[in-house]
Nanobody, 123 residues
Framework: QVQLVESGGGLVQAGGSLRLSCAASGRTFNSEVRGWFRQAPGKERDFVAVIRWSAGTTYYADSVSGRFTISRDNAKNTVYLQMNNLKPEDTGVYYC????????????????WGQGTQVTVSS
């Protein structure tokens, strides 16, 4: 069993920055993929960014590329999402995910999820 605990959400003005953290515990694997999805009210859960834990390869949604950076700390078993130049459309609940997805960008392919952390960007 894997537990994922997110932190770091909050309220920020447009153009500001936030850093999200996702600490994993339990039965984790170096071969898995971990990352972030987000869900705005009334919308589906969308891909944001993920990282292959062992290789460190990163993948980003076009809407966040160049503004967000995903990284990992192996010693802390934690994945981070540094979010810069935030926009109101980045508002939503951000969920940490882990698993062995056949499609990295589909939320249906991840087996473990955190409880989510709210990010609100005001204009």
């Amino acid at each position: 069993q894997v537990q994922l605990v997110e932190s770091g959400g909050g309220l920020v003005q447009a153009g500001g920055s936030l850093r999200l953290s996702c600490a994993a515990s339990g039965r984790t694997f170096n071969s898995e993929v971990r990352g972030w999805f987000r869900q705005a009210p009334g919308k589906e859960r969308d891909f944001v960014a993920v990282i292959r834990w062992s290789a460190g390869t990163t993948y980003y949604a076009d809407s966040v590329s160049g503004r967000f950076t995903i990284s990992r700390d192996n010693a802390k078993n934690t994945v981070y999402l540094q979010m810069n130049n935030l926009k109101p459309e980045d508002t939503g609940v951000y969920y940490c995910a882990a698993g062995f997805p056949s499609n990295l960008r589909s939320s249906e392919n991840y087996s473990h999820w955190g409880q989510g952390t709210q990010v609100t960007v005001s204009s």
